[in-house]
């Protein structure tokens, strides 16, 4: 893919959330929830985002689409910096950027029919008259597997899959380019979660959508994404096409997170990376690599200098020191090189 592919690029992200000083206590800090994140977003791809809870990924998805306002950093979309916008140059850009949230009944005003809900942002626009806002909204809720009588009805009359249907059709009625989705299908039954991620799928190839696909499950991830990032303490630690983070996860917290999937043939042995510790703390995290007081490979200088994101190849970029073999004071320790070697062995 090359530049003109990119239809969202995010560089050096940050969205710092203060804390107040408890009195006679300690002093204010701040909650690093997104710190320093950078990664390409190319048109008509998914790339999903993978995670522990508390690792920042949802909070990511609503800086930027501005939601939350960003501490430092640049949200670029078709080339244009979204930081650099006031308020009524960035309404222009917001029926572009929509998002698909989580729970979809808290997101659906309960009071308003569907006709309502799908219409609304229609409305908004004050480009169709009413004839024509009903005869798109019976379109767009006909191709995301509703039926006419749904028009009339109110949320709490469908289903939790019907919902989220509901919550799709709304953000296609805005004829987006980019659909930020955050766990879409986690609060779903499994046989519904493939239904609507089936659906997705299928509006993407229709209205050539672009995704980011926020989930902590990644076997859903799996099913629906081109390119994978992993996200740990509010950084990503590994992004990569889907092939190749499946087959060959470099980061050891990636292969921690690929070892947990389950699997239903008992006959295939799988070697289960057991991780100690609790992660630590966003609003004190641990110098250097925040990933090394967990890591069974963690050596001395992961604990002083922060690993960047570097390709190792075909497009798959890992931030550890195992793999980065650079020098320090123009030499590489012994104990770094061997360490380097045992991983990639």
């Known amino acids: ?6 239809l969202l690029e995010i560089k050096n992200l940050k969205k710092y959330f203060p804390i107040k000083a408890i009195p006679f206590k300690s002093k204010a800090s701040q909650v690093k929830a997104v710190d320093g994140v950078s990664f390409d977003v190319f048109k008509g791809e998914t790339l999903g985002i ?28 078709e080339g244009n910096n979204l930081e650099k916008l006031n308020n009524r140059q960035l309404n222009g850009y917001r029926k572009h950027m929509q998002m698909v949230f989580q729970d979809p009944f808290a997101s659906l005003n309960p009071r308003m029919r569907v006709k309502d809900l799908v219409g609304e942002p229609l409305a908004l626009q004050k480009t169709l008259s009413k004839a024509e806002q009903a005869r798109q909204v019976l379109d767009i809720v ?14 709490h009359e469908f289903s939790g899959g019907q919902r989220q249907r509901i ?7 805005m004829n987006p380019k980019l659909i930020i989705a955050d766990e879409p299908v986690s609060a779903l039954d499994v046989s519904v979660q493939s239904q609507v991620l089936n659906l997705m799928m299928d509006l993407q190839d229709e209205f050539k959508l672009t995704y980011l696909f926020i989930s902590h499950d990644l076997s859903v991830v799996k099913h629906i994404s081109d390119r994978v990032g992993v996200m740990y303490l509010g950084r990503i630690v590994e992004i990569g096409p889907k092939s ?28 289960k990376i057991q991780l100690e510790g609790e992660p630590p703390s966003p609003s004190n995290p641990p110098p250097g690599c925040t990933f090394h007081t967990r890591c069974p490979h963690a050596f001395d200088r992961c604990k002083i200098e922060r690993p960047e994101l570097v390709e190792q190849s075909n497009g798959q970029y890992v931030a550890c020191h195992l793999y980065n073999a650079v020098t320090i004071n123009n030499e590489t320790s012994k104990n770094d090189k061997n360490k380097i070697l045992v991983v990639q062995s």
């Open 1 to 6: 893919m090359n530049e003109r592919d990119k």
């Open 50 to 77: 993978v995670g522990e809870s508390g690792s920042g990924k949802s909070t990511l998805g609503r800086t930027i689409l501005r939601l939350l306002e960003p501490t430092d950093g640049e949200i670029i979309f």
């Open 142 to 155: 006909e191709k995301v597997g509703l039926t006419k009588s749904s028009l009339s009805k109110f949320p």
């Open 167 to 173: 919550g799709i059709a709304r953000v296609l009625s």
């Open 244 to 271: 190749n983070i499946y087959v060959n996860p470099l980061h050891p917290y990636t292969q921690a997170l690929l070892s947990s999937i389950p699997i239903a043939n008992f006959d295939v042995k799988k070697e």
